[in-house]
């Protein structure tokens, strides 16, 4: 009887909180999709792009901080960060390797720089505001991602305005200078991506990596690659928070066959418990002969789902296969690879330093086109303050000819230990046209303190960044890193200093000591024994003084 109670009481009480989640909004609607999409690239190796999405129906609006922490699916960290920083939108990556465009083409997802990248529009309008979330987001990312982003300071921070729009067009972001103030950019090209980044990231996921694609996540695997780029979008609109979890690896594959045995789990996968959507997605190679797609070139055993000839690719729904059990296939290759046609690369870049010595130097950029059409870009460029640059000795030239009228320029001149130097500029450059931008600068000298534990490797500058708009479509292009080495100063001089005024010390100390203590011989004065130590000699000249002056002393007369 007392058990029926009880039964009856729980009951009771999960009604009447279900009620109060109905009554109070709390109760959201969650969407969760994985997939996998994987391409042979012209070189023979493989592209595998792992998306995760989770659409989170809620009311942003809302100031109750409550109705961020009623999640089922979707990231409660990520949650809380959302609503103590306002952030509307923002994008992190780790990136290690470089994306070889002149072998794989063009990439037909997001790229990002070498290192850490973040920037972030917030919901704040005022700017100092801003500054005090965007503190608070680098340093709350930096812990729930084990990365050093403490570093992202206004050392290393800067606004674009023209190069960076947000996905939510409803925003209303202009570009200019005022709307761009709530927006912040920062880059780390230091900072190296290791599996402490991975392990944090795949715990956003519902299902982790215990089972769906994310199971096929091996870090053993996932860092042994070409190129790897781990990336967390979030977008909030008025009525949903959004956030996207992406990893693109691209794998040195040996043989023509091939299975997701290639991920290191051996035992196939199965989709995620918790998820609506789940799919394997592989692209049908092009031959450059006939520029046509088509299943000839290889085999897929068992077949496809079904062809989705939009994005000509074959699907396998993961979420029916997996009623079945574990799910792999083979994939197996009957032409070369080098026939297979890679993606047009719309804009090439290419960024190097100039000059020699310690005291000055450059920077060179060229930018093409290859489009059969002209387009409009826009050159973005941060360069930490040590980088003392002469924007008086700005170049730029299109097919050799200078280039006077610019659609956009903006300067900010570093200041020292302070804020970065930023250089933003627009173009409009003709088909088949290369641009040529050349600047000067000046190294500085920093204090001994400021240099790293490796400072004869250099210091790292981050990438540039070039958006384009063509044909409707706006794409990011950086470039490559720079390795910049500074006057050094010769460190092991600390080292002989401090040698040097040891040993004098030692010497003058050791003389001295040596010849006020050492005892020399022992003699003897009326069967007494008496030391003949320079110290006792002092001593003993000292005490006799006193002694004739007392015995010379005259003796009052009674």
């Not at 250089?423 to 303190?449: N, Q, R, W």
């Not at 130590?533 to 002092?538: G, L, S, V």
Request: with cysteine.
């Amino acid at each position: 009887k007392m058990a029926t109670n009880n039964n009856k009481v729980l009951k009771v009480s999960i009604i009447i909180l279900y009620i109060l989640q109905c009554v109070l909004g709390k109760i959201a609607s969650e969407y969760f999709t994985e997939e996998l999409q994987l391409e042979v690239l012209p070189d023979g190796k493989l592209l595998s792009h792992f998306e995760f999405a989770i659409d989170w129906n809620i009311d942003t609006s809302s100031s109750s901080s409550a109705s961020f922490q009623h999640t089922n699916i979707f990231p409660k960290s990520i949650a809380h960060i959302i609503q103590q920083t306002q952030v509307d939108e923002m994008h992190l990556s780790f990136t290690q390797g470089r994306w070889l465009s002149n072998d794989w083409g063009s990439s037909p997802y997001p790229t990002a720089p070498l290192g850490v990248e973040l920037f972030a529009w917030f919901h704040e309008r005022d700017s100092t505001r801003v500054d005090e979330l965007w503190k608070k987001l680098v340093y709350t990312m930096g812990g729930v991602f084990c990365a050093s982003m403490h570093k992202l300071d206004h050392t290393a921070t800067s606004r674009p305005v023209h190069s960076l729009s947000p996905h939510n067009s409803s925003l209303s972001f202009g570009k200019e200078e005022g709307e761009a103030k709530r927006l912040r950019y920062g880059a780390l090209p230091r900072e190296v991506v290791c599996t402490e980044n991975h392990t944090p990231w795949i715990k956003l996921l519902p299902c982790r990596d215990v089972s769906g694609l994310g199971r096929l996540m091996n870090p053993l695997k996932v860092y042994d690659v070409s190129y790897h780029s781990m990336q967390t979008h979030v977008y909030r609109h008025s009525s949903t928070v959004k956030i996207v979890l992406t990893l693109t690896v691209v794998f040195d594959i040996k043989n023509k066959e091939w299975s997701l045995a290639i991920f290191g789990r051996n035992e196939g996968v199965s989709s995620c418990s918790l998820c609506d959507e789940s799919k394997i997605t592989i692209r049908r190679p092009i031959s450059t002969t006939t520029t046509t797609s088509s299943s000839a070139t290889y085999t897929i055993s068992p077949q496809p789902d079904y062809y989705d000839e939009a994005n000509n690719v074959d699907v396998f729904d993961l979420k029916k296969r997996s009623k079945e059990g574990k799910f792999d296939f083979i994939y197996s290759s009957v032409g070369r690879s080098s026939e297979y046609q890679k993606r047009d690369t719309i804009i090439s870049a290419s960024r190097y330093l100039t000059g020699y010595g310690q005291e000055r130097g450059g920077i060179q950029i060229y930018i093409k086109n290859n489009a059969k059409e002209a387009m409009n870009i826009t050159y973005f460029e941060t360069l930490p303050w040590f980088v003392r640059t002469y924007y008086h000795t700005l170049s730029v030239k299109i097919d050799d000819v200078q280039k006077e009228d610019l659609g956009c320029l903006r300067i900010k001149p570093a200041e020292l230990r302070a804020n970065p130097s930023i250089l933003e500029m627009c173009l409009d450059v003709p088909a088949g046209a290369t641009v040529s931008i050349s600047l000067d600068f000046e190294k500085a000298f920093l204090h001994y303190t400021e240099y790293p534990p490796d400072a004869h490797r250099g210091f790292d500058l981050p990438a540039a960044l070039i958006t384009s708009s063509y044909q409707g479509k706006t794409t990011r292009l950086y470039t490559d890193n720079l390795l910049l080495s500074l006057p050094t100063p010769d460190f092991s001089m600390l080292y002989n200093v401090i040698m040097m005024t040891c040993t004098v010390f030692v010497l003058f100390f050791g003389s001295i000591f040596n010849m006020l203590i050492r005892r020399l011989k022992h003699t003897f004065h009326g069967g007494d024994f008496v030391s003949d130590r320079p110290a006792a000699k002092i001593y003993r000249f000292v005490s006799g003084l006193f002694k004739k002056k007392k015995d010379t002393t005259p003796i009052p007369s009674q």
